[in-house]
């Protein structure tokens, strides 16, 4: 554990809880794409594979339950509770843009050719460019999330809490 992986954590925890408080004090999914927030439990859902198989502390684990519970919580929210307010004509991800390039580099680098591969580091001190790549582009898609949302609580669209 290191600042920067706690850093990385607690701000992708805050992105997750202000996307869950938007949409339950809005009663509404409008604006949101049901297909990226796909993507994301895909994602979450393959790189914690290792959840019951490797055991690394209570903090990591817990993390990847709260990650899980959370991606799959907005899906029901979009898909289920407020479906009425999604409307997929104006969800423009092209998940094939992002989703075959993955393939195609996770067949190309990687560590292990195993389902199971989803760890960053075999030991400490391990330098994995793989690992360094992907967290740069999550943090740069995570400031875009924070100035597009945080910009519209500023200018009077407060979020409020759950009752």
């Not at 949101?32 to 684990?61: C, E, H, P, V, W």
Request: positive net charge; charged residues 15%; glycine residues 4%.
């Amino acid at each position: 554990m290191n600042i920067f992986r706690l850093a990385g954590d607690l701000s992708h925890l805050l992105a997750i809880i202000i996307l869950l408080l938007k949409i339950w004090s809005s009663r509404s999914c409008a604006g949101i794409s049901g297909k990226s927030q796909m993507m994301f439990a895909l994602t979450y859902t393959t790189r914690y594979l290792d959840l019951f198989t490797n055991y690394i502390s209570l903090y990591n684990s817990s993390m990847k339950v709260i990650f899980l519970a959370a991606s799959y919580a907005t899906l029901y929210l979009i898909y289920i509770r407020f479906k009425a307010t999604y409307d997929h004509n104006h969800d423009t991800f092209r998940v094939e843009f992002l989703l075959i390039p993955t393939v195609i580099l996770s067949l190309l680098i990687n560590h292990d050719y195993s389902p199971l591969e989803v760890y960053r580091f075999y030991a400490e001190g391990f330098y994995d460019l793989i690992a360094i790549v992907a967290g740069v582009v999550q943090t740069v898609l995570y400031c875009d999330f924070f100035y597009l949302y945080i910009t519209k609580v500023l200018q009077g669209k407060k979020l409020q809490l759950p009752a």
